[in-house]
T-cell receptor, first 114, second 114 residues
């Protein structure tokens, strides 16, 4: 079975600080990796995804993530955060064709202070 | 396209009552899933479907039933609601083809069971 671990449950940063949110997964086969964001009161939106190719993927709103296969990691980064990045961030994984849904981490609540 | 729609947005039930959460998508996606979101737990898969007439259990299926009579609709039934089912429920759909299956999420249903 797959599992996803997000290291930080709550992160507080000041505007313009750099961000890195950790995500590790456990699965021996081919995986597809995702980062979703949930702004307060809203549903989940896809930030970025990885399935093959360049391990450094760029997403929306200046976010990027790096897939490191040897470490089973898919960390999310942003060089300079904004107050509007305050949200809940979820790392997720599925395998193969993805028919059986996503396995999510428990989420990281990010608060950006002006 | 409306994407993934869910009704109702909010619902309060008494213990033992039954209800159906509706989910529909107009993107002709083969795959559909139901998740519940609880504080500190992330999203957990309840049931999923790979096509009309085919459903399977996810991580937390107990207390829930699903059916998929059409490609568009994937209702979630609570036969006898319990306080432990108080949660936010998200429906998602994804396309079967392609190298990676991004899931599109609905706006959610916030359910309270008293």
């Amino acid at each position: 079975a797959q599992s996803v671990s997000q290291h930080n449950h709550h992160v507080i940063l000041s505007e313009a600080a750099s961000l890195e949110l950790g995500c590790n997964y456990s699965y021996g086969g081919t995986v597809n990796l995702f980062w979703y964001v949930q702004y307060p009161g809203q549903h989940l939106q896809l930030l970025l995804k990885y399935f093959s190719g360049d391990p450094l993927v760029k997403g929306i709103k200046g976010f990027e993530a790096e897939f490191i296969k040897s470490k089973f990691s898919f960390n999310l980064r942003k060089p300079s955060v904004q107050w509007s990045d305050t949200a809940e961030y979820f790392c997720a994984v599925n395998s193969g064709g993805g028919a059986d849904g996503l396995t999510f981490g428990k989420g990281t609540h990010l608060i950006i202070q002006p | 396209n409306a994407g993934v729609t869910q009704t109702p947005k909010f619902q309060v039930l008494k213990t033992g009552q039954s209800m159906t959460l509706q989910c529909a998508q107009d993107m002709n996606h083969e795959y559909m899933s139901w998740y519940r979101q609880d504080p500190g737990m992330g999203l957990r898969l309840i049931h999923y479907s790979v096509g009309a007439g085919i459903t399977d259990q996810g991580e937390v299926p107990n207390g829930y039933n699903v059916s998929r009579s059409t490609t568009e609709d994937f209702p979630l039934r609570l036969l006898s609601a319990a306080p432990s089912q108080t949660s936010v429920y998200f429906c998602a759909s994804s396309y079967k083809g392609g190298p990676v299956n991004e899931q599109f999420f609905g706006p959610g249903t916030r359910l309270t069971v008293l």
